[in-house]
């Protein structure tokens, strides 16, 4: 028996699109393969969010699907969609539908709907109450599959436990199931361990692809009865994958070391929204700074250099290494770039704002300032050149509010904005491994913001190994002060550190979407009050 | 029987000062009233959001009610607040403490978690499967209650109509029902409803204040067993009503007017966002324009004009009416004012990006630069003086984008962004009827961005009356073009419109929040990808 896992990277609300990707598919496939599998919600991609209210983006899918059914021959495949049930109009069900002959067969209902971190599925849809199971002929003997949509199958699994205490010759999972730092080996072990205890094959169809903040890693896997992989598709990329059921387990599959993993996962979440949204160019600014430098070259490698433009707006607090370090990125990476110093800006800005305050230097409103006129030279040139600003603001920095509304802050996607600071080195050095495009000097310099004399980021903060562990444990495992300081941290410190995380919530919320690497990213997996008044 | 509805203002996260209000209001009616109630969650207010992840809060809440027990004599005390089950301490509750005499005697759990518009409960909290039925010694008399939390008893209201089959002397639900427009009396209509259905009299206690978007506007009521209001606690403001079981119904209750109501509704949220966020002033430009005034006019109704900063800053585009017209209104209000001409900042700026540029003027570039210029000067403003910038937009231009990210759309709140044009221009002649504070001027003009010479709103957008509909169609009831074109507009423009809501889905996600007064707010109301490929 041959089944193909077609892993393929589709576009949300896309309809037409991605029906004609899953048609050119069916067509190649047709009669060469048993049972061809797309991932969950295909038609529509994952996740389509509020355009399940529209009445017409479900009945555009079904009519989908059914125009999909007459390419269907001897073939079974199986395609996500949502749907309203033909006698619960009000409802919606994340469905897929085993389609063969011109017919869709049966429809299967997810049961298990996720309603954590980023999923609301809770919102949308109404759970199944089908079972799942459904028997083809292949080559002319019955075999029975057990199907199940994506959470079905994680935790306690009972859809798909069911299944197997009614013994499916096959278990067959389509999935959206979006990356996280070590969750592919984590995945790959819990579904092994299912085809193993159920001593059942087991096929995996993920999607793939970058959706806003969500990245789809793919990884779709072949499994045998005895839990061992026997075919597995590339992470972060299309491929449709055959495997036969007989095929012998191959030598161990290797993955990708996980700090290459972590930057294709950037390259490719940063490459769609671009692609997707129908942008081709992006700028930045570069200050000479890591997170600009490692921006930057994500961004070359998802949409070209060509494509990348640097501006190295200096002011009069900038060092010359600054410039320096901006310009051997720029020529590195083969960017173009832009040299705009603010000062006469600036200037024009103190000349007006002086008058009016006494005390116009004595706090924070120059340093703000500084960091606006940048963000309004960014986004003219975004403007004009049609391009994305991408904003190079960091998870440490944007914890603690050490960025600027509408100044660093600004931007259309902000690629590095769910990693902490030494992730940021991390990644650096091993992109340097590659090829040694980011300058030494950028690498081994103490980190500063340049927005007055001498200014250091340690100066006010900790260094970025303490404070990213402090905050590590607060925001992904939700950690109280007291428990913190148990890891060494003196708990002033400690407190100090999250109070500027509940403080700056403000600024988090007006922040611009980027790739999701941790399962407690800013963003949909972290809804905290700005008015919030807990006293830890 | 005397039972007393505290609608109290909470603060979200502030659980000792919370418990600290409901600790002095239990000591002022213990014995005086036989039952005193509190709203939902009234010890973490509401909504706690992610709060609740961290264990320390919800050990906190368990605490607080605790000590709060030891407060409470004869008076049976009702106080919501999330727990951990005792047998199940990875499950979260949204509880109901019913206390008498320094204990706990009951808990009830809430049965029916809201997962829809803002509420994301299911997130939370695990449903409840108590009854909710208590025995009260009343002055010797068993008086058996049904205890319900808010959409416990909304719609089908399951756990109500179980209670009343168990023939309960009374209803009580304690609630944290937000405020949008119309819906007040929806509200007390279907209370009425049960009432008067169930035969049973029903005590109605509601959350006031304003938290983030959300506004709570209290409204308590106690109804007879016909289904007859014998009290009912003002909106918007705090209030303790005694209410006595045979109180005959007074005349009937008046309502506010809706124009009234919605702008009490928008003072309140505005004033709280201050207050609990430890601010005092504010700053925002005065454009001479109708959505400045009036975000201005309730800024000073909710914080006193002497805490409200108008910064006027004409552009060489600027008429001559607009800074008269600031000036007037800034002089009605009795705020001060600042002039900021943005000229010599304009001219630093594009004497920088006119050589990059060869085409500086043929695009929005210059448009917007002007816009974020006045936002980087409001800003300054906010930080030197410890303000908080109001943002100005309304609800017609966010949904098209006739807007400037970082530009007009820079703020920490955003009073009118839940308005339509044609309800900023209604508010605005409702609030002149109290005192003439909007000049006649800035009603009658036609709306103008003043960013180019001439500029005004009816060159590209229809008139507002056309456009509000379409939109109202399009965001509120998801109607699609062709059921929009059914409502007399032309299929071209609706297609056109939409397409601009769709495509200007980035900015919206990078907006200030403001006061929710539809239930369909930007904001958690609607959750759309940015990266959306569906054409309607």
């Not at 007006?352 to 963000?375: C, K, M, S, V, W």
């Amino acid at each position: 028996m041959k089944v193909a896992l077609a892993q393929l990277n589709f576009q949300v609300g896309n309809i037409k699109k991605n029906s004609q990707r899953i048609i050119q598919t069916i067509e190649k496939y047709n009669n060469k393969v048993d049972l061809l599998l797309f991932p969950e919600l295909a038609i529509s991609s994952y996740p389509p969010e509020d355009l399940l209210f529209h009445q017409q983006f479900i009945d555009d899918c079904y009519q989908a699907i059914k125009t999909i059914a007459d390419y269907c021959e001897k073939t079974a495949v199986i395609v996500g969609f949502p749907r309203f049930h033909a006698n619960e109009p009000d409802k919606i069900y994340n469905s897929a539908a085993l389609l063969q002959s011109g017919q869709i067969k049966i429809i299967y209902d997810k049961q298990k709907l996720p309603n954590y971190l980023v999923f609301d599925e809770m919102r949308y849809f109404t759970p199944g109450n089908h079972d799942g199971t459904a028997n083809l002929d292949i080559h002319g003997k019955n075999i029975k599959i057990g199907l199940s949509i994506c959470e079905d199958i994680w935790n306690e699994a009972e859809p798909v436990v069911n299944q197997a205490k009614m013994d499916v010759d096959l278990l067959v999972n389509i999935s959206a199931s979006p990356y996280a730092i070590g969750k592919i080996q984590k995945r790959i072990n819990m579904l092994q361990n299912h085809a193993s205890s159920f001593k059942t094959p087991l096929f995996y169809c993920n999607l793939v692809g970058g959706q806003d903040e969500l990245i789809f890693d793919g990884t779709s896997v072949a499994i045998n009865a005895e839990g061992q992989l026997i075919g597995q598709c590339i992470s972060f990329e299309e491929q449709i994958l055959i495997v036969d059921l007989v095929t012998q387990p191959s030598s161990p599959i290797t993955f990708l070391e996980p700090v290459a993993e972590l930057y294709q996962s950037l390259v490719m979440c940063t490459r769609d929204y671009f692609i997707k949204n129908g942008f081709k160019k992006a700028v930045l600014g570069l200050s000479g700074g890591i997170d600009s430098a490692l921006t930057a070259t994500i961004a070359c490698d998802a949409i070209g250099p060509e494509n990348v433009t640097g501006l190295l707006m200096p002011s009069k607090y900038s060092s010359n290494h600054s410039i320096e370090d901006a310009k051997a990125l720029a020529n590195n990476l083969g960017i173009p770039y832009q040299l705009l110093p603010i000062e006469s800006i600036h200037l024009a800005f103190e000349k007006d704002l002086i008058p009016i305050f006494d005390d116009y230097h004595q706090n924070q409103t120059d340093e703000n300032l500084q960091a606006r006129i940048r963000g309004v030279l960014n986004m003219a040139f975004a403007n004009n050149q049609n391009a994305i600003l991408l904003c190079t603001g960091n998870k440490s920095e944007t914890a603690v509010g050490y960025t600027t509304l509408y100044g660093d802050m600004a931007g259309g996607f902000a690629v590095i904005k769910d990693l902490f600071k030494m992730q940021v080195y991390a990644l650096c050095q091993y992109r340097n491994t590659i090829d040694h495009v980011i300058p030494e000097n950028t690498l081994s310099k103490p980190p500063s913001a340049e927005l007055k004399p001498g200014q250091k980021d340690s100066d006010s903060l900790p260094d970025y190994v303490i404070l990213d562990e402090i905050l590590e444990a607060y925001l992904h495992h939700h950690k109280d002060p007291n428990q913190i300081t148990q890891l060494g941290h003196d708990i002033n410190l400690v407190k100090k550190i999250i109070q500027l995380v509940d403080r700056n919530e403000y600024k988090r919320q007006q922040a611009p979407p980027g790739p999701r690497v941790t399962q407690m990213a800013f963003g949909k997996d972290r809804r905290m009050p700005i008015t919030n008044g807990y006293q830890h």
